[in-house]
């Protein structure tokens, strides 16, 4: 059963301090996308990659946050320094890279920052 | 550009009742229609999706959408609900003539079935 993972599941840490997730799309996906979940904003697309070239980061403060794609099997998603409003839960997703193909979507990782 | 409409917040069904959850979407060309369930703490799980062809569209745990072109409606419905139904249910629009990959999500709908 194919799932996309994510680590860690969840993160407490400090403001100013540097915080990394990680992803693993499903294997053979090629698009993958790092959302964040607030009870305030929603679901907002923060950045996607196809083939793991960045396509869109709009979403994202260029600020403090940066996503990568060292390679096919890993994603990750930074920021620092972080702040209390960066507190939130992060999803990954993975889909095939066709318009029609729906999306997969890791289990999150929940961040609170102090 | 495309967006998704959830009119309601909250949907309240008892147990063994229809179930319908509204989505309405705005688009420049056809649309692509999806919908998600997200279980609490859990990731987003999708359901089932509108591509092209039969406007009844068929998904999982015996849910199911209707695609209204005119109505630019793509509503969520189950004839029976179950309490492990309660969960927030997410539309998700991209239209055919966008030259990317992203989904636009709706704010998401609160369903609660009360046994």
């Known amino acids: 059963d194919a799932r996309v993972t994510q680590t860690p599941r969840h993160k407490v840490t400090e403001m100013g301090q540097e915080v990394t997730m990680r992803c693993q799309p499903i294997?053979?996906?090629?698009?993958v996308f790092w959302y964040r979940q607030t009870m305030m904003q929603g679901l907002e697309l923060l950045a996607y990659?196809?083939?793991?070239?960045?396509?869109?980061d709009s979403g994202m403060p260029k600020d403090r946050f940066s996503a990568e794609m060292p390679d096919a099997t890993l994603a990750t998603l930074k920021i620092q320094p972080s702040e209390p409003r960066d507190s939130a839960v992060y999803f990954c997703?993975?889909?095939?890279?066709?318009?029609?193909?729906?999306?997969?979507f890791g289990p999150g990782t929940r961040l609170t920052v102090l | 550009a495309q967006s998704v409409a959830q009119p309601e917040d909250q949907v309240n069904v008892a147990e063994g009742n229809p179930l319908t959850v509204k989505c309405t979407y705005s688009?420049?060309?056809?649309?692509?229609l999806f919908w998600y369930v997200q279980y609490p703490n859990r990731g987003l799980q999708f359901l089932l999706k509108?591509?092209?062809?039969?406007?009844l569209v068929k998904g999982s745990y015996g849910f199911e959408a209707e695609f209204n072109k005119s109505q630019t409606s793509f509503h969520l419905k189950k004839p029976s609900a179950l309490v492990s139904d309660s969960a927030l249910y997410f539309c998700?629009?991209?239209?055919?003539?966008?030259?990317?990959?992203?989904?636009?999500f709706g704010a998401g709908t609160t369903v609660t079935v009360r046994a």
């Open positions: 997703a993975s889909g095939l890279g066709t318009p029609y193909n729906e999306q997969f």
């Open positions: 294997l053979g996906h090629n698009t």
């Open positions: 990659f196809r083939n793991r070239a960045p396509l869109d």
């Open positions: 688009v420049s060309g056809n649309p692509y």
């Open positions: 509108y591509i092209t062809g039969d406007n």
């Open positions: 998700a629009v991209r239209d055919l003539r966008s030259n990317d990959y992203k989904l636009s």
